[in-house]
């Protein structure tokens, strides 16, 4: 017999997202597979009770999730996250804790999701792709000189009330339609193995997925290749990593180190890399300065912060699972 259908309609989920009440969605796979959808943040505690109690009432035999904060071990595409191998009994008063509804009331959707599916015996498992993957995919395709016109022209398109990250990301495949197609693979493939599974993702990325749910499945193993920069470092393509970590350090839209770690400069280029970005930085900053009219070179995440403001005006801010090892240890 067909899959039931889902227990939510699109419709329907819009016109809860306008009240304010964003449901669980489940989704089947054509093999039967169940994949329950709930949307977080990362530095709200947005859904962190539904979280909680869905996790604790239905169980589900994996949680898919778009971040981890295992430092100390190596997680890939698809895998799973060996929280209790990083910490130990050191998660037990961590899991105790959230048992608490005053206390996870501080904590994000992500963070409830990790320590209450530990404590609850389900497999965590990372369903997004690097980030630094994302980026070396990025500088293998993009041409040099194209890239730098790339990169000025997105900072064309931002205004000043724009979330950078989102805006960024969006008008970058590798950063957008590539990565849901990855999300969207891991978790059907989850859900067809483990036979029930909740995704946990952020606002901004659950829709794209579960709008794609009904497309055609397609591979995405080539997704997945890396071109990490190769040794010896040809001079070219250092300064295309160069230019787009100045990009990313002065609108504040990802860490630079996704790019490029200045650890990985070798010696003899070190001279040459701190000229080329600090020229790249100053054509950034005034760029911003004539798009963005009140930008200061040393403050240029106020239009980012004004949308953090307005979200945390609604919703109070909340820890997220990178507090996790201060939890631990605290």
């Given at each position: 017999p067909p899959p039931p259908p889902p227990t939510h309609t699109h419709t329907q989920i819009e016109k809860k997202k306008k009240e304010g009440k964003a449901p669980m969605q489940a989704l089947h796979t054509t093999k039967g597979g169940l994949a329950r959808f709930i949307p977080i943040a990362y530095n709200t505690n947005l859904?962190?009770?539904?979280?909680?109690?869905?996790?604790?009432?239905?169980?589900?035999?994996?949680?898919?999730?778009?971040?981890?904060c295992t430092p100390d071990s190596h997680v890939e595409t698809g895998g799973f996250i060996p929280y209790k191998d990083e910490y130990g009994n050191g998660l037990e008063r961590v899991i105790k804790a959230c048992e608490r509804e005053e206390i996870r009331g501080g904590w994000s959707g992500e963070l409830v999701g990790v320590v209450a599916g530990v404590g609850t015996g389900c497999e965590m498992a990372f369903c997004d792709r690097l980030?630094?993957?994302?980026?070396?995919?990025?500088?293998h395709r993009a041409d040099g000189k194209r890239l730098l016109v790339e990169l000025l022209e997105l900072?064309?398109?931002?205004?000043?009330?724009?979330?950078?990250?989102?805006?960024?990301?969006?008008?970058?495949?590798?950063?957008?339609?590539?990565?849901?197609?990855?999300?969207?693979?891991?978790?059907?493939?989850?859900?067809?193995?483990?036979?029930?599974?909740?995704?946990?993702?952020?606002?901004?990325?659950?829709?794209?997925?579960?709008?794609?749910?009904?497309?055609?499945?397609?591979?995405?193993?080539?997704?997945?290749?890396?071109?990490?920069?190769?040794?010896?470092?040809a001079i070219p393509d250092l300064n295309k990593r160069l230019a787009l970590a100045a990009f990313l350090s002065t609108t504040l839209a990802f860490h630079p180190s996704f790019v490029l770690d200045p650890a990985d400069v070798p010696?003899?280029?070190?001279?040459?890399?701190?000229?080329?970005?600090?020229?790249?930085?100053?054509?950034?900053?005034?760029?911003?300065?004539?798009?963005?009219?009140?930008?200061?070179?040393?403050?240029?995440?106020?239009?980012r912060q004004a949308v953090i403001e307005k979200i945390a005006a609604r919703l109070p801010p909340a820890m997220g699972v990178l507090a996790l090892p201060k939890l631990i240890d605290a």
């Open positions: 859904n962190a009770n539904a979280v909680y109690e869905c996790i604790v009432r239905d169980k589900p035999r994996v949680i898919l999730m778009e971040s981890f980030h630094t993957v994302s980026f070396n995919r990025y500088l900072i064309d398109s931002l205004s000043e009330a724009d979330d950078k990250e989102l805006n960024i990301s969006k008008k970058i495949p590798e950063l957008w339609e590539e990565r849901h197609s990855v999300t969207l693979n891991v978790i059907r493939k989850a859900a067809d193995t483990h036979g029930d599974v909740l995704a946990l993702l952020s606002t901004q990325h659950l829709a794209p997925v579960v709008d794609s749910w009904e497309a055609p499945e397609t591979p995405t193993e080539h997704l997945l290749t890396d071109f990490p920069l190769e040794e010896p470092i010696s003899e280029h070190q001279e040459h890399a701190s000229k080329v970005y600090s020229s790249y930085r100053t054509l950034f900053r005034r760029r911003m300065e004539e798009h963005l009219p009140g930008s200061q070179s040393d403050n240029v995440s106020e239009s």
